[in-house]
């Protein structure tokens, strides 16, 4: 039965519709006509609600339509322009249901930028009188679904149209295919048998072997051998655990593991696996660097089955744009399906950082043989642009369903029982390659911030632990100001202001002193005067050598890498404008740094906001402003010009010297968003929530800013509500991967 009445070019309802009715308001704004789309969509680019491809979009949609004698629907370039802006958004596409059920969640409104600054009070209120919710409301599920399918620009993805209706998710063409590819790259990977299947066959037995070198007898189910049992069966395989629960020593013996397979192996002949280590930005590809060459150093290769030696095992690891091999100016990699990469076994860290279209390209330079695995953080905020690939891939982790033959088979190659709530009869094929990893072996039982992140992870975050954190019950968690229940903000932005420079170590149990960890005992907590006194003291000069300048680039980075603060927000005082500003002026009021030497003075952090594939910087690395003696002499005088010392990013500790006049798009980082913050970790974090809920705060951004901290981590609030509430509220990026794989 059709609820609705279609006339050309508008749609209006049935009085008598039953069921799914949707909401009337007595002044929503009309879709009549193309006419009154357009002038809603102008208002929407003006109060810059949308983007201008989002409109551009509906536009072109509409010219097809024509194009093929269709007169387009309002409804349907209503949706192409949303399904647009969503992406722009992170979401992959739009769950039309959900959309039609509450589309004022669905579309996050009001906007984090209206809420906080960015948009003008006449820009808000045009979202307000026009709200888009409010022109959904006229609509039901069944009419927008009638009305896409009749559309030309619209198909099930089997033909080549613009938009793609699965279900009742609506989706840009293009983000449906790096759906599709990913699905397919995963599915052939899970349905290829490897030499492994058979417990009692040679390639096994020297797997069993190898684990039982690689990892000590524990009581209890040692979840680390079972994911290395699991990611080596599987082409494609998925190691998730939160902060130091061992992700990177799996994934090292998981390669060990494997290289004693192949050197064992009569039809390899004795040719080891090709390995290649990856991470999604260099930040995080340095600090996997670091960890693996800590653990393959670590290996005991003498007692491993084969000759697997220290070689056989990478530790440099590259960014995966180095790798796939980026091009200017293309989002085409070097790297496809043409030209595959020379690769047997690749290893992804942080993968919750890589989006669909990232992600989709790695599945296309990957030769059919090649295992991939991830390692990441399922609980961790999604990827900046769009999808949430790790967290869909891991969302039955927990539970694990296991099917019994595949408890048996790890039962028989690594000796682990697992408990039966893990097991599942109906268990489906990803579930079989997907292994969490579930205690931390960095932090110990009573660290504050694991047990504060665990709460805010679990969605438990309640009174005891509040109270807890408020009045210094654990000896790595502070909040600074968890007694004041109306925090006057002023004040408050001066406290981070002051904080930011000191750290204030006062504030931590014993000054932060004697604390041991692991049997060491820790320097106390830093601020950002720490790193500047390194510039301000140093005695380099002209004299200097260009080697002694770059040990003091890395000394003056590691140091900067101590304390971070990190926010939720980009604009308004509580962002990273307002909070980037606010330290500027503490810092040249304390003259740790000096106006005198202009915007490029010493001191100075950047970090990089766009790819440079000419410089080879990529977005979020971060570099430090020296003045160096390297200018022209001007007479007898030495003169000092500036220069930004980045990293090398190669795996090596090499330093880049990058002139600010070549450096395109960045921003100072005292102050950084939590989301740019993923794949780092400091030895001191402080996280500043602002003085009002938003759209973005959410638990996985709270849970990911306290595990960036390492061993100290500080909490100011413009509000204290503000904690409790962002945990109340989760990320949900819409997306049909986990879909597609459940069905397959
Ligand atoms: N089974 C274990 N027994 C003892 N110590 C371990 C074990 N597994 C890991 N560790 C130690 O715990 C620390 C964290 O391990 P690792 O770096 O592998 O964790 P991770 O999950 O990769 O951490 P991150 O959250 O930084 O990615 C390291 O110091 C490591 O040596």
């Given amino acids: 039965m059709s609820r609705t009445r279609q006339t050309d070019n508008q749609f209006t309802l049935d009085l008598d519709a039953p069921d799914d009715t949707p909401r009337q308001t007595s002044q929503a704004p009309e879709l009549n006509s193309l006419t009154q789309l357009n002038e809603l969509l102008e208002h929407w680019r003006q109060a810059e609600w949308i983007r201008p491809l989002d409109v551009a979009f509906a536009n072109l949609i509409h010219s097809l339509c024509k194009e093929q004698g269709e007169t387009p629907e309002p409804l349907v370039l209503l949706l192409a322009a949303l399904a647009s802006h969503q992406v722009g958004r992170g979401h992959v596409c739009i769950d039309l249901a959900s959309l039609l059920d509450d589309a004022d969640r669905a579309l996050a409104i009001p906007p984090e930028e209206g809420r906080n600054g960015h948009l003008s009070d006449e820009q808000l209120e045009v979202l307000a009188t026009l709200n888009p919710a409010e022109v959904l409301a006229q609509v039901s599920l069944s009419q927008a679904m009638a009305l896409l399918e009749n559309s030309q620009a619209v198909s099930d993805g089997s033909h080549t149209t613009p938009l793609v209706l699965d279900g009742t998710h609506l989706y840009l063409r293009r983000l449906w295919r790096y759906e599709q590819r990913i699905a397919e790259g995963i599915e052939t990977r899970l349905a290829a048998q490897t030499a492994l299947e058979n417990p009692q066959g040679p390639a096994a037995q020297t797997l069993a072997r190898a684990l039982d070198v690689l990892f000590q007898p524990q009581p209890g189910v040692d979840y680390q051998r079972a994911a290395c049992a699991l990611a080596a069966r599987n082409r494609f395989a998925v190691i998730t655990g939160g902060p130091g629960t061992g992700k990177t020593t799996t994934v090292v013996n998981l390669l060990a593991a494997l290289q004693a397979v192949a050197t064992e192996s009569p039809d390899r002949a004795g040719r080891r696996f090709r390995i290649r280590l990856a991470a999604p930005t260099g930040k995080a590809a340095a600090r996997l660097n670091e960890s693996i060459g800590n653990a393959v150093s670590k290996l005991p290769f003498t007692q491993l089955p084969g000759n697997v030696t220290q070689e056989d095992i990478p530790t440099r690891v590259t960014t995966l744009h180095r790798l796939l091999g980026s091009r200017p100016d293309t989002r085409q990699f070097r790297h496809n399906h043409d030209n595959p990469l020379l690769v047997d076994i690749l290893v992804i860290d942080e993968a919750s950082m890589v989006d669909v279209d990232l992600m989709a390209s790695v599945f296309d330079a990957l030769p059919s043989h090649a295992q991939l695995v991830l390692l990441g953080d399922k609980d961790q905020l999604a990827s900046v642009d769009a999808g949430a690939v790790l967290g869909e891939l891991c969302q039955r982790a927990r539970k694990a369903h296991y099917r019994p033959q595949t408890v048996k088979w790890l039962n028989a190659v690594s000796g682990q029982s697992l408990p039966d709530e893990l097991v599942d009869n109906n268990g489906i094929g990803l579930d079989q390659a997907v292994a969490m990893l579930r205690k931390s072996y960095r932090f110990t039982e009573d660290s504050g911030i694991r047990q504060l992140a665990e709460a805010v992870n679990d969605g438990t975050l309640g009174a005891n632990i509040l109270e807890q954190i408020r009045t210094g019950g654990f000896s790595d968690v502070i909040w600074l100001n968890g007694h004041d229940h109306r925090p006057d903000p002023v004040a408050t932005l001066a406290r981070i202001a002051r904080h930011s420079v000191s750290g204030s170590p006062e504030a931590f149990h014993n000054g932060g002193n004697g604390r041991i960890v692991h049997g060491q005992e820790l320097s106390t907590p830093t601020g950002y005067r720490h790193y500047l006194s390194l510039i301000r003291n140093h005695q380099l000069g002209a004299h200097s050598t260009r080697a002694e300048w770059d040990e003091l680039a890395r000394e003056v980075i590691g140091a900067f890498n101590d304390f ?181």
């Fill in 564 to 744: 971070q603060i990190l926010c939720a927000l980009r604009q308004g005082p509580w962002g990273v404008e307002g909070l980037n500003e606010l330290i500027t002026q503490q810092l040249l009021a304390e003259k740790l740094i000096h106006s005198s030497e202009g915007w490029w003075y010493a001191g100075r952090p950047v970090l990089i906001t766009g790819n440079d594939y000419n410089l080879g910087l990529m977005n979020g690395d971060i570099g430090i402003t020296f003045r160096v003696p390297w200018g022209e002499p001007d007479g007898e005088r030495v003169s000092l010009v500036s220069r930004v010392a980045f990293p090398s990013g190669d795996g090596t500790d090499g330093i880049r010297w990058i002139s600010p006049s070549r450096l395109q798009q960045l921003e100072t980082v005292y102050a950084m968003t939590v989301h740019k913050s993923q794949g780092s970790e400091f030895n001191h974090t402080c996280l500043v929530l602002p003085d009002r809920m938003s759209p973005v705060l959410t638990r996985e951004l709270v849970y990911t800013g306290i595990t960036r901290a390492k061993n100290w981590f500080s909490l100011i609030t413009g509000n204290p509500e503000v904690l409790k509430e962002s945990t109340g509220q989760q990320v949900n990026r819409a997306s049909g991967l986990a879909r597609q794989l459940m069905q397959r």
